[in-house]
Nanobody, 132 residues
Framework: QVSLVESGGDSVQAGGSLRLSCALS?????????MGWFRQAPGQEREWVAA????????FYADSVKGRFTVSRDNAKSALYLQMTSLEPEDTAMYYC????????????????????????WGQGTQVTVSS
């Protein structure tokens, strides 16, 4: 069974920090995958934020969050994290974690944002609101 469950969303003031967590089902946690974080603000398309290629541990970031967000993984806890610092009102969105099947893992991570179409498994989202 495949599941991803996000948590950690909250309302914070600009300049603050949050850490989002994504609980991974055993199948996802054991697989070679590109695991990513995406976000969607009201009226906007879902955009890619950060990703991690589990085979090598390489990380990838959208320019808008580079230097402020950090994606990481704890294999023992079956969890994916997104540490967010220096939050801005523009970061307000629903945040989703997602993962690819093994077959598409490398291609997805190395072709983002276009590779987002290769993510088959998604969580339900957690809301982050940043006030100025």
């Amino acid at each position: 069974q495949v599941s991803l469950v996000e948590s950690g969303g909250d309302s914070v003031q600009a300049g603050g920090s949050l850490r989002l967590s994504c609980a991974l089902s055993p199948y996802i946690n054991r697989s070679i995958s590109c695991m990513g974080w995406f976000r969607q603000a009201p009226g906007q398309e879902r955009e890619w934020v950060a990703a991690l290629y589990t085979y090598y541990g390489d990380t990838f970031y959208a320019d808008s969050v580079k230097g402020r967000f950090t994606v990481s993984r704890d294999n023992a806890k079956s969890a994916l994290y997104l540490q967010m610092t220096s939050l801005e009102p523009e970061d307000t969105a629903m945040y989703y974690c997602a993962a690819t099947p093994p077959l598409y893992a490398y291609r997805a991570c190395t072709t983002l944002p276009e590779g987002r179409d290769l993510f088959d498994y998604w969580g339900q989202g957690t809301q982050v609101t940043v006030s100025s």
